[in-house]
Protein backbone atom coordinates (compact mmCIF):
# COMPACT_ATOMS: atom_id res chain seq x y z
CA UNK A 1 0.00 0.00 0.00
CA UNK A 2 1.26 3.43 -0.91
CA UNK A 3 2.68 6.00 1.54
CA UNK A 4 -0.07 8.35 2.37
CA UNK A 5 0.06 12.06 3.76
CA UNK A 6 -1.39 12.91 6.61
CA UNK A 7 -4.28 15.32 6.42
CA UNK A 8 -2.79 17.28 9.07
CA UNK A 9 0.22 17.60 6.86
CA UNK A 10 -1.64 18.49 3.78
CA UNK A 11 -3.76 21.01 5.24
CA UNK A 12 -0.87 22.88 6.62
CA UNK A 13 1.49 22.65 3.22
CA UNK A 14 -1.12 22.80 1.09
CA UNK A 15 0.67 21.09 -1.77
CA UNK A 16 -1.66 22.44 -4.65
CA UNK A 17 -2.08 21.04 -8.13
CA UNK A 18 -0.22 17.94 -6.86
CA UNK A 19 -1.91 14.70 -6.69
CA UNK A 20 -2.06 13.02 -3.52
CA UNK A 21 -3.96 9.90 -1.58
CA UNK A 22 -5.97 10.24 1.56
CA UNK A 23 -7.47 7.65 3.34
CA UNK A 24 -10.13 7.77 6.54
CA UNK A 25 -13.67 7.49 7.43
CA UNK A 26 -16.43 10.41 6.58
CA UNK A 27 -17.84 12.52 8.41
CA UNK A 28 -20.93 13.73 6.59
CA UNK A 29 -21.63 13.68 2.71
CA UNK A 30 -23.65 16.73 1.07
CA UNK A 31 -24.99 15.89 -2.46
CA UNK A 32 -25.62 18.62 -5.49
CA UNK A 33 -26.19 18.59 -9.04
CA UNK A 34 -23.96 15.98 -10.79
CA UNK A 35 -21.28 16.05 -7.86
CA UNK A 36 -20.45 14.87 -4.02
CA UNK A 37 -18.61 17.27 -1.66
CA UNK A 38 -17.51 14.41 1.15
CA UNK A 39 -15.74 15.78 4.21
CA UNK A 40 -13.03 12.93 4.98
CA UNK A 41 -11.01 12.90 8.67
CA UNK A 42 -8.20 10.06 9.08
CA UNK A 43 -7.73 11.28 12.97
CA UNK A 44 -4.47 13.17 12.31
CA UNK A 45 -6.36 16.71 13.29
CA UNK A 46 -9.77 18.09 13.77
CA UNK A 47 -10.30 18.68 10.41
CA UNK A 48 -11.24 17.05 7.53
CA UNK A 49 -10.44 17.61 3.87
CA UNK A 50 -13.24 18.21 1.39
CA UNK A 51 -13.36 16.01 -1.34
CA UNK A 52 -15.32 16.66 -4.48
CA UNK A 53 -16.61 13.58 -6.08
CA UNK A 54 -18.24 13.81 -9.63
CA UNK A 55 -20.40 11.71 -10.67
CA UNK A 56 -18.61 11.12 -13.89
CA UNK A 57 -16.54 8.53 -11.61
CA UNK A 58 -17.24 4.97 -12.41
CA UNK A 59 -18.54 4.06 -9.07
CA UNK A 60 -20.24 6.92 -8.03
CA UNK A 61 -24.33 5.58 -8.45
CA UNK A 62 -23.08 2.02 -7.38
CA UNK A 63 -20.73 3.05 -3.97
CA UNK A 64 -20.62 6.98 -3.73
CA UNK A 65 -23.70 7.79 -3.59
CA UNK A 66 -25.07 5.53 -0.98
CA UNK A 67 -21.73 6.54 1.17
CA UNK A 68 -22.62 7.70 5.01
CA UNK A 69 -21.43 8.89 8.32
CA UNK A 70 -18.24 6.33 9.02
CA UNK A 71 -17.51 5.02 5.94
CA UNK A 72 -14.18 4.30 5.43
CA UNK A 73 -12.51 5.09 2.51
CA UNK A 74 -10.00 5.92 -0.20
CA UNK A 75 -9.42 9.09 -2.10
CA UNK A 76 -6.85 10.17 -5.21
CA UNK A 77 -7.22 12.74 -7.07
CA UNK A 78 -5.95 16.72 -7.30
CA UNK A 79 -5.98 19.35 -4.62
CA UNK A 80 -7.14 22.61 -5.85
CA UNK A 81 -7.20 25.90 -4.30
CA UNK A 82 -10.82 25.71 -2.87
CA UNK A 83 -13.16 28.58 -3.84
CA UNK A 84 -15.65 28.30 -0.90
CA UNK A 85 -15.67 29.28 2.47
CA UNK A 86 -14.69 27.61 4.60
CA UNK A 87 -11.19 25.73 3.52
CA UNK A 88 -8.41 26.37 1.51
CA UNK A 89 -7.82 23.46 -0.64
CA UNK A 90 -10.13 20.42 -1.58
CA UNK A 91 -9.57 17.58 -3.33
CA UNK A 92 -11.03 16.60 -6.87
CA UNK A 93 -11.19 13.37 -6.78
CA UNK A 94 -10.35 11.17 -9.71
CA UNK A 95 -10.41 7.55 -7.73
CA UNK A 96 -12.52 6.68 -4.67
CA UNK A 97 -12.60 3.18 -3.03
CA UNK A 98 -14.54 2.36 -0.31
CA UNK A 99 -13.13 0.26 2.28
CA UNK A 100 -15.98 -0.69 4.49
CA UNK A 101 -19.26 0.51 4.97
CA UNK A 102 -21.46 1.85 7.83
CA UNK A 103 -24.93 0.79 7.91
CA UNK A 104 -26.93 4.19 9.42
CA UNK A 105 -29.47 2.34 10.67
CA UNK A 106 -26.71 0.51 13.60
CA UNK A 107 -23.85 2.82 13.20
CA UNK A 108 -24.32 4.76 16.58
CA UNK A 109 -22.56 8.04 15.80
CA UNK A 110 -24.12 10.05 13.91
CA UNK A 111 -23.87 13.54 12.95
CA UNK A 112 -26.23 15.04 15.75
CA UNK A 113 -24.84 15.87 19.09
CA UNK A 114 -24.47 12.84 21.51
CA UNK A 115 -23.78 13.50 25.65
CA UNK A 116 -20.26 12.50 26.68
CA UNK A 117 -22.58 9.69 28.69
CA UNK A 118 -23.61 8.36 25.74
CA UNK A 119 -20.27 7.69 23.97
CA UNK A 120 -18.93 6.21 27.55
CA UNK A 121 -21.07 3.34 26.35
CA UNK A 122 -19.46 2.81 23.13
CA UNK A 123 -15.70 3.63 24.09
CA UNK A 124 -14.79 1.54 21.33
CA UNK A 125 -16.00 3.94 18.68
CA UNK A 126 -16.12 7.43 20.45
CA UNK A 127 -12.22 8.09 19.20
CA UNK A 128 -13.84 9.26 16.25
CA UNK A 129 -16.09 11.78 17.44
CA UNK A 130 -14.77 15.77 17.35
CA UNK A 131 -14.43 15.91 21.43
CA UNK A 132 -12.78 12.11 21.64
CA UNK A 133 -10.63 12.47 19.01
CA UNK A 134 -9.15 15.56 20.12
CA UNK A 135 -8.94 14.71 23.75
CA UNK A 136 -6.87 11.46 22.24
CA UNK A 137 -4.14 14.04 20.51
CA UNK A 138 -4.13 15.83 23.70
CA UNK A 139 -3.17 13.27 25.51
CA UNK A 140 -0.68 11.72 23.45
CA UNK A 141 1.22 15.16 22.92
CA UNK A 142 0.95 15.64 27.18
CA UNK A 143 2.34 11.84 27.10
CA UNK A 144 5.17 13.47 25.07
CA UNK A 145 6.04 16.73 26.34
CA UNK A 146 6.11 14.87 29.88
CA UNK A 147 9.33 12.99 28.19
CA UNK A 148 10.67 16.02 27.31
CA UNK A 149 10.08 17.62 30.09
CA UNK A 150 12.58 15.14 31.99
CA UNK A 151 14.78 14.09 29.74
CA UNK A 152 16.02 17.23 28.37
CA UNK A 153 16.41 18.36 32.30
CA UNK A 154 18.64 15.06 32.58
CA UNK A 155 16.09 12.54 34.04
CA UNK A 156 16.07 8.73 34.03
CA UNK A 157 13.33 6.96 32.76
CA UNK A 158 12.51 3.90 35.04
CA UNK A 159 10.24 0.99 34.50
CA UNK A 160 8.74 0.03 38.22
CA UNK A 161 6.58 -3.08 38.60
CA UNK A 162 3.06 -3.43 38.16
CA UNK A 163 2.69 -6.05 39.84
CA UNK A 164 4.36 -5.53 43.68
CA UNK A 165 4.08 -6.47 47.44
CA UNK A 166 4.32 -3.47 48.54
CA UNK A 167 1.95 -0.99 49.62
CA UNK A 168 3.29 2.96 48.88
CA UNK A 169 0.43 4.77 49.98
CA UNK A 170 -0.32 2.19 52.90
CA UNK A 171 -3.93 3.04 52.37
CA UNK A 172 -5.06 -0.78 51.80
CA UNK A 173 -6.43 0.38 48.21
CA UNK A 174 -4.79 -2.81 46.36
CA UNK A 175 -6.24 -5.32 43.92
CA UNK A 176 -4.67 -8.74 44.48
CA UNK A 177 -3.40 -10.48 41.91
CA UNK A 178 -3.41 -14.21 42.69
CA UNK A 179 -3.06 -17.60 40.06
CA UNK A 180 -4.79 -19.42 42.77
CA UNK A 181 -8.72 -20.84 41.78
CA UNK A 182 -10.72 -19.17 43.77
CA UNK A 183 -13.75 -21.63 43.83
CA UNK A 184 -11.04 -23.69 45.87
CA UNK A 185 -9.17 -20.98 48.10
CA UNK A 186 -6.43 -23.14 49.98
CA UNK A 187 -6.60 -22.15 54.07
CA UNK A 188 -3.96 -21.95 56.51
CA UNK A 189 -4.60 -20.52 60.06
CA UNK A 190 -8.35 -19.29 59.17
CA UNK A 191 -6.92 -17.20 56.13
CA UNK A 192 -6.34 -17.66 51.96
CA UNK A 193 -2.70 -19.30 52.37
CA UNK A 194 -0.74 -17.17 49.67
CA UNK A 195 2.18 -19.35 50.27
CA UNK A 196 0.56 -21.15 47.56
CA UNK A 197 -0.07 -18.29 45.24
CA UNK A 198 1.69 -18.04 42.27
CA UNK A 199 4.58 -15.36 43.59
CA UNK A 200 4.67 -17.46 47.13
CA UNK A 201 3.05 -14.36 48.54
CA UNK A 202 0.43 -11.94 48.05
CA UNK A 203 0.93 -9.97 45.70
CA UNK A 204 -0.78 -6.92 44.37
CA UNK A 205 -1.01 -4.04 41.02
CA UNK A 206 0.76 -1.16 42.19
CA UNK A 207 -0.63 1.79 43.26
CA UNK A 208 2.73 4.12 42.89
CA UNK A 209 6.29 3.41 41.12
CA UNK A 210 7.42 5.55 44.43
CA UNK A 211 9.16 3.58 46.25
CA UNK A 212 11.03 1.11 43.49
CA UNK A 213 12.22 4.88 41.72
CA UNK A 214 13.51 6.03 45.10
CA UNK A 215 15.73 3.00 44.71
CA UNK A 216 17.22 4.49 41.05
CA UNK A 217 17.35 7.84 42.66
CA UNK A 218 19.86 6.73 45.01
CA UNK A 219 21.49 5.27 42.11
CA UNK A 220 20.81 7.10 39.16
CA UNK A 221 20.23 10.87 41.04
CA UNK A 222 17.00 12.23 39.20
CA UNK A 223 14.38 9.80 37.40
CA UNK A 224 11.10 9.67 36.85
CA UNK A 225 8.27 6.97 36.43
CA UNK A 226 5.60 6.96 33.98
CA UNK A 227 2.75 4.40 34.04
CA UNK A 228 -0.38 3.04 35.02
CA UNK A 229 -1.22 2.88 38.80
CA UNK A 230 -4.05 0.78 40.13
CA UNK A 231 -6.33 1.78 43.06
CA UNK A 232 -9.53 -0.62 44.34
CA UNK A 233 -11.17 2.59 46.57
CA UNK A 234 -14.38 3.00 46.04
CA UNK A 235 -14.32 6.28 44.76
CA UNK A 236 -17.34 7.22 42.17
CA UNK A 237 -16.52 11.14 41.46
CA UNK A 238 -15.63 12.73 38.38
CA UNK A 239 -12.07 13.04 39.17
CA UNK A 240 -11.23 9.33 40.30
CA UNK A 241 -10.23 6.22 38.20
CA UNK A 242 -9.63 2.56 39.34
CA UNK A 243 -6.45 2.77 36.72
CA UNK A 244 -4.92 5.49 35.88
CA UNK A 245 -1.74 7.09 34.96
CA UNK A 246 0.58 8.87 37.01
CA UNK A 247 3.84 10.22 37.06
CA UNK A 248 6.32 10.38 39.73
CA UNK A 249 9.72 12.01 39.59
CA UNK A 250 12.44 11.28 42.40
CA UNK A 251 15.40 13.24 43.08
CA UNK A 252 18.82 12.96 45.15
CA UNK A 253 19.75 15.62 47.02
CA UNK A 254 16.74 17.54 46.70
CA UNK A 255 14.41 19.35 49.59
CA UNK A 256 10.72 19.84 49.35
CA UNK A 257 11.39 23.17 48.40
CA UNK A 258 13.29 22.20 45.26
CA UNK A 259 10.61 19.59 44.76
CA UNK A 260 8.01 22.51 44.72
CA UNK A 261 9.32 24.28 42.08
CA UNK A 262 9.71 21.50 39.84
CA UNK A 263 6.83 20.55 40.06
CA UNK A 264 5.30 24.29 39.17
CA UNK A 265 7.87 24.11 36.41
CA UNK A 266 6.71 20.92 35.05
CA UNK A 267 2.52 21.72 35.19
CA UNK A 268 4.11 25.41 33.17
CA UNK A 269 5.67 24.18 30.64
CA UNK A 270 2.69 21.32 30.19
CA UNK A 271 0.23 23.30 29.55
CA UNK A 272 2.36 26.34 27.40
CA UNK A 273 3.15 23.26 25.33
CA UNK A 274 -0.56 22.31 24.72
CA UNK A 275 -1.88 25.43 24.23
CA UNK A 276 1.06 25.73 21.55
CA UNK A 277 0.96 22.30 19.92
CA UNK A 278 -2.60 21.66 20.33
CA UNK A 279 -3.96 24.96 19.45
CA UNK A 280 -6.86 23.61 17.00
CA UNK A 281 -7.84 20.90 19.90
CA UNK A 282 -7.95 23.47 22.57
CA UNK A 283 -10.16 25.94 20.87
CA UNK A 284 -12.32 23.45 20.02
CA UNK A 285 -12.83 22.75 23.95
CA UNK A 286 -12.84 26.47 24.49
CA UNK A 287 -15.78 26.80 22.09
CA UNK A 288 -18.14 23.82 23.19
CA UNK A 289 -16.60 22.40 26.48
CA UNK A 290 -15.42 25.23 28.66
CA UNK A 291 -16.08 28.54 27.56
CA UNK A 292 -13.57 29.90 30.05
CA UNK A 293 -10.88 27.49 29.15
CA UNK A 294 -8.01 29.94 27.44
CA UNK A 295 -8.33 32.12 30.94
CA UNK A 296 -7.76 29.27 32.86
CA UNK A 297 -5.04 27.97 31.23
CA UNK A 298 -3.21 31.40 30.96
CA UNK A 299 -3.92 32.28 34.44
CA UNK A 300 -1.60 29.72 35.69
CA UNK A 301 0.90 29.58 33.62
CA UNK A 302 1.02 33.45 33.87
CA UNK A 303 1.50 33.51 37.55
CA UNK A 304 3.39 31.81 40.61
CA UNK A 305 1.78 29.47 42.66
CA UNK A 306 0.30 30.47 45.91
CA UNK A 307 2.48 28.66 48.73
CA UNK A 308 0.71 28.37 52.22
CA UNK A 309 1.20 26.13 55.16
CA UNK A 310 -1.50 23.46 55.59
CA UNK A 311 -1.54 25.16 59.35
CA UNK A 312 -2.36 28.40 57.45
CA UNK A 313 -4.84 27.00 54.83
CA UNK A 314 -6.85 25.74 57.84
CA UNK A 315 -6.74 29.47 60.03
CA UNK A 316 -7.95 30.83 56.44
CA UNK A 317 -10.66 27.83 55.98
CA UNK A 318 -11.97 28.63 59.66
CA UNK A 319 -12.02 32.21 58.84
CA UNK A 320 -13.90 31.67 55.49
CA UNK A 321 -17.87 33.23 54.91
CA UNK A 322 -19.13 29.50 54.09
CA UNK A 323 -20.25 26.72 54.85
CA UNK A 324 -18.33 23.42 54.79
CA UNK A 325 -20.04 20.16 55.24
CA UNK A 326 -16.92 18.76 56.50
CA UNK A 327 -15.93 21.27 59.87
CA UNK A 328 -12.58 22.38 59.82
CA UNK A 329 -10.11 21.62 62.30
CA UNK A 330 -6.03 21.39 62.67
CA UNK A 331 -5.32 17.73 61.65
CA UNK A 332 -8.33 17.48 59.27
CA UNK A 333 -7.99 15.64 55.66
CA UNK A 334 -8.74 18.75 53.59
CA UNK A 335 -12.24 17.43 51.68
CA UNK A 336 -12.69 18.80 48.24
CA UNK A 337 -15.01 21.38 49.39
CA UNK A 338 -11.94 23.38 51.10
CA UNK A 339 -9.59 22.39 48.57
CA UNK A 340 -11.91 24.46 45.89
CA UNK A 341 -12.57 27.23 48.60
CA UNK A 342 -8.52 27.98 48.48
CA UNK A 343 -8.22 27.25 44.72
CA UNK A 344 -10.96 28.89 43.41
CA UNK A 345 -12.52 30.80 45.94
CA UNK A 346 -9.74 32.62 48.33
CA UNK A 347 -6.39 32.44 45.75
CA UNK A 348 -8.05 31.68 42.56
CA UNK A 349 -5.24 30.20 41.19
CA UNK A 350 -3.19 26.71 41.49
CA UNK A 351 -2.41 26.11 45.82
CA UNK A 352 0.58 24.81 47.19
CA UNK A 353 -0.13 23.32 50.77
CA UNK A 354 2.75 22.28 52.76
CA UNK A 355 3.38 20.52 56.28
CA UNK A 356 0.47 18.22 56.39
CA UNK A 357 -0.20 16.76 60.19
CA UNK A 358 1.62 13.82 59.50
CA UNK A 359 -1.38 11.15 60.91
CA UNK A 360 -3.15 12.56 57.84
CA UNK A 361 -0.03 11.68 54.93
CA UNK A 362 1.87 8.41 54.29
CA UNK A 363 4.82 6.74 56.40
CA UNK A 364 7.60 7.54 54.12
CA UNK A 365 7.21 11.28 54.43
CA UNK A 366 9.99 13.33 56.29
CA UNK A 367 8.94 14.29 59.91
CA UNK A 368 8.97 18.12 60.60
CA UNK A 369 11.16 19.36 63.55
CA UNK A 370 8.15 20.69 65.28
CA UNK A 371 7.25 16.68 65.64
CA UNK A 372 3.72 16.79 64.36
CA UNK A 373 3.95 17.58 60.84
CA UNK A 374 5.95 15.97 57.67
CA UNK A 375 7.40 17.85 54.15
CA UNK A 376 4.27 17.11 52.45
CA UNK A 377 3.17 19.09 49.70
CA UNK A 378 -0.12 19.05 47.68
CA UNK A 379 -0.81 21.10 44.44
CA UNK A 380 -4.21 22.38 44.19
CA UNK A 381 -5.57 22.97 40.92
CA UNK A 382 -9.06 25.56 40.66
CA UNK A 383 -11.78 23.16 38.86
CA UNK A 384 -9.82 19.96 39.80
CA UNK A 385 -8.45 19.94 43.68
CA UNK A 386 -5.34 17.94 43.71
CA UNK A 387 -3.59 17.33 40.55
CA UNK A 388 -0.58 16.42 42.57
CA UNK A 389 1.01 15.00 45.59
CA UNK A 390 4.55 15.26 46.86
CA UNK A 391 6.74 15.06 49.60
CA UNK A 392 10.45 14.94 50.93
CA UNK A 393 11.02 11.36 51.79
CA UNK A 394 12.38 10.12 54.92
CA UNK A 395 16.30 9.24 54.85
CA UNK A 396 16.81 9.28 58.62
CA UNK A 397 16.74 5.44 59.16
CA UNK A 398 16.04 5.58 62.69
CA UNK A 399 12.87 7.82 62.35
CA UNK A 400 11.78 6.21 59.51
CA UNK A 401 11.19 2.96 60.83
CA UNK A 402 9.59 4.11 63.78
CA UNK A 403 6.75 5.70 61.33
CA UNK A 404 6.82 2.53 59.41
CA UNK A 405 6.04 0.90 63.22
CA UNK A 406 3.38 3.29 64.06
CA UNK A 407 1.70 3.05 60.64
CA UNK A 408 1.33 -0.79 61.20
CA UNK A 409 3.72 -1.60 58.30
CA UNK A 410 4.78 -5.11 58.34
CA UNK A 411 8.98 -4.01 58.53
CA UNK A 412 9.86 -7.67 57.53
CA UNK A 413 8.09 -6.82 53.47
CA UNK A 414 9.81 -3.36 53.26
CA UNK A 415 13.67 -4.19 54.62
CA UNK A 416 14.63 -3.54 50.78
CA UNK A 417 13.40 -0.12 51.64
CA UNK A 418 14.75 0.26 54.41
CA UNK A 419 18.11 -0.52 52.90
CA UNK A 420 18.41 2.62 51.01
CA UNK A 421 18.80 4.36 54.43
CA UNK A 422 20.77 1.97 55.57
CA UNK A 423 23.38 1.91 52.57
CA UNK A 424 24.49 5.40 51.60
CA UNK A 425 21.09 7.65 52.63
CA UNK A 426 20.53 10.85 51.15
CA UNK A 427 17.96 13.63 51.54
CA UNK A 428 15.29 13.12 48.50
CA UNK A 429 11.86 13.95 47.12
CA UNK A 430 9.41 13.71 44.50
CA UNK A 431 6.01 14.03 43.30
CA UNK A 432 3.33 12.31 41.35
CA UNK A 433 0.95 13.80 39.29
CA UNK A 434 -2.18 12.49 38.58
CA UNK A 435 -1.70 12.14 34.22
CA UNK A 436 -5.70 12.09 34.01
CA UNK A 437 -6.03 14.95 35.92
CA UNK A 438 -4.08 17.33 33.87
CA UNK A 439 -5.60 16.22 30.93
CA UNK A 440 -8.80 17.31 32.50
CA UNK A 441 -7.48 20.82 33.17
CA UNK A 442 -5.97 21.28 29.86
CA UNK A 443 -9.42 20.17 28.06
CA UNK A 444 -12.02 21.73 30.31
CA UNK A 445 -13.51 17.89 30.39
CA UNK A 446 -15.61 17.71 33.54
CA UNK A 447 -15.12 14.07 33.67
CA UNK A 448 -12.56 11.98 34.13
CA UNK A 449 -13.93 8.68 32.07
CA UNK A 450 -13.58 11.21 29.40
CA UNK A 451 -10.02 11.69 28.91
CA UNK A 452 -8.81 7.89 28.82
CA UNK A 453 -10.15 5.61 26.11
CA UNK A 454 -11.25 2.86 27.96
CA UNK A 455 -11.68 3.87 32.32
CA UNK A 456 -11.80 1.56 34.94
CA UNK A 457 -14.30 2.41 37.77
CA UNK A 458 -16.24 0.83 40.34
CA UNK A 459 -18.58 -1.00 38.75
CA UNK A 460 -17.21 -0.37 35.68
CA UNK A 461 -14.85 -2.12 33.15
CA UNK A 462 -16.29 -2.98 29.66
CA UNK A 463 -14.11 -2.98 26.37
O1 LIG B 1 -1.37 11.78 46.19
P1 LIG B 1 -1.08 10.41 45.62
O2 LIG B 1 -1.82 9.27 46.20
O3 LIG B 1 0.50 10.26 45.77
C1 LIG B 1 1.23 9.14 45.50
O4 LIG B 1 0.80 8.13 45.02
C2 LIG B 1 2.69 9.34 45.76
N1 LIG B 1 3.32 8.02 45.81
C3 LIG B 1 3.28 10.23 44.70
C4 LIG B 1 4.76 10.49 44.89
O5 LIG B 1 5.12 11.23 45.77
N2 LIG B 1 5.60 9.89 44.07
O6 LIG B 1 -1.35 10.45 44.06
C5 LIG B 1 -0.68 11.38 43.23
C6 LIG B 1 -1.66 12.01 42.25
C7 LIG B 1 -2.78 12.80 42.89
O7 LIG B 1 -2.36 14.10 43.23
C8 LIG B 1 -3.82 12.79 41.80
O8 LIG B 1 -3.53 13.77 40.82
C9 LIG B 1 -3.63 11.43 41.17
O9 LIG B 1 -2.32 11.01 41.50
N3 LIG B 1 -4.59 10.45 41.66
C10 LIG B 1 -5.61 9.95 40.94
N4 LIG B 1 -6.02 10.21 39.69
C11 LIG B 1 -7.09 9.55 39.23
N5 LIG B 1 -7.79 8.63 39.94
C12 LIG B 1 -7.41 8.34 41.22
N6 LIG B 1 -8.08 7.42 41.91
C13 LIG B 1 -6.28 9.02 41.77
N7 LIG B 1 -5.64 8.96 42.95
C14 LIG B 1 -4.62 9.84 42.87
MG1 LIG C 1 -2.58 12.70 47.53
Known amino acids: M???????????????????TVRGWLKSKRDSKGFSFLDVTDGSCLNGLQILADSSLSNYHS???RLTTG?????????????????????????INVYGWAPPESYP?????????????????????????AVARVRSRLSWAIHQFFQERGFFQIHTPIITTSDCEGAGEMFTVTSLDLQKLPVAGG????????????????????????????????????????????????????EFWMVEPEMAFCDLENDMNIAEELLKFLIRDCMENCAQDIDLFARFVDKNLTAKLLNVVQYDFIRISYSEAISKLEKADMHFTFPVAWGIDLQSEHERYLAEKLFQRPVIVTDYPKGIKPF???????????????????????????????????????????SGITLENYQWYLDLRRYGTVPHAGFGLGFERIIQFVTGMGNIRDV????????????
Open 63 to 65: DIS
Open 191 to 242: AVDYCQDFFGRQASLTVSGQLEAEAYALALGNVYTFGPTFRAENSNTSRHLA
Open 109 to 133: LQKKHQSFEFLRSIAHLRGRTNSLG
Open 71 to 95: CSIEARGLLLPSPAKGQTVELHAKA
Open 452 to 463: IAFPRTPGSASV
Open 2 to 20: EKTQQIKTILSEKPVNREI
Open 364 to 406: YMRLNDDGKTVAAMDILFPGIGEIIGGSQREERFELLKNRMEE
